[in-house]
């Protein structure tokens, strides 16, 4: 969900884009199989997914959560399942874990159909602290597993907490662990105590921060990598940049589409947030077209090589 100056570009961005109205888009199991599609009129889409180092299948493709609270936050979460999402991201830090369980609730959905993600934030960290925040979050979630759960910064006890996670992923509590804004350095610090190897390093990374480092590192390793943020909530005129503007008119999609398809060609999982059921459908309609090599190579020349987010240092 963009601030509302951000919000307005994008919305003035798509009224003035030529066939850039939506049909309503019906996505149904996680499949890595991509279904036909009609331009203008409702879509079957399936959200391709990635192999995580244990064999658990995770949708490429998901919805972000942060900031999305209260009455807001059921409805949409229950709004982006309604859509299609099947990946769900939150936090503990979001105060908004008793939402999603809600807004899942509302969706009908059965529960293993969804890739749920929470994360385990800096006060909790540590062996037995770790234990008790996984089991308040599942309890506001209103579920008994996780699908994924993160150390959310490499902050305090990682060492206890990582035991931890271990041992609730080895109990079945958890399918998969894994950890976000980690460096390569910190990662490697891991490998000397860690028997399982994080599944995700979930960073910021976007048209304006390619991550020069930390990406090739992650994909030279069997740690996936997930972008939080993929729009850079919306920083430096995104919604607006002539360059990507310039692609996206080639293909008829929008800024938004050409961002989260550059992100899905570099086999990165992203978690989009919007509290605009239009935009979520948006969001999704990027498995229909393919970046050429020239537009790759001309979106690697936006990268600032810095954070959009100097706040969250």
Known sequence: MENQKNGLKRREFLKGTAKAALATAFIGPVSTKLL?????????????????????????L????????????????????SVGYRLIDTAHIYGNEDAVGEGIIQSGIDRKELFITSKLWVSDMGYESTKKAFERSIKKLGVDYLDLYLIHRPRGDVK????????LYEAGKIRAIGVSNFLPEQLEKMKTYAKIEPVINQIETHVFFQEKISYPY????????????????????????????????????????????????????AIPRSSQKSHMIENLDIFDFELSEEDMNTIATLDLNKTQFPEWG
């Open 218 to 269: 992650l994909k030279n390793s069997s740690t996936q990598i997930e972008a939080w943020s993929p729009f850079a909530a919306g920083r430096n005129g995104i919604f607006s940049n002539p360059t990507v503007a310039a692609i996206g008119k080639k293909y008829q999609k929008t800024n938004a589409q050409v961002c989260l398809r550059w992100q899905y060609q570099r086999a990165v999982v």
């Open 62 to 81: 998901g919805f972000g959560t942060n900031t999305l609270k209260g009455s807001i936050g059921v409805q949409c979460v229950s709004d982006a399942i």
């Open 160 to 167: 206890g907490s990582w035991q931890a996670m271990e041992e």
């Open 36 to 60: 036909g599609a009609v331009s203008n009129s409702p879509k079957n889409i399936s959200i391709p997914t990635v192999t995580l180092n244990n064999g658990i299948q995770m949708p490429i």
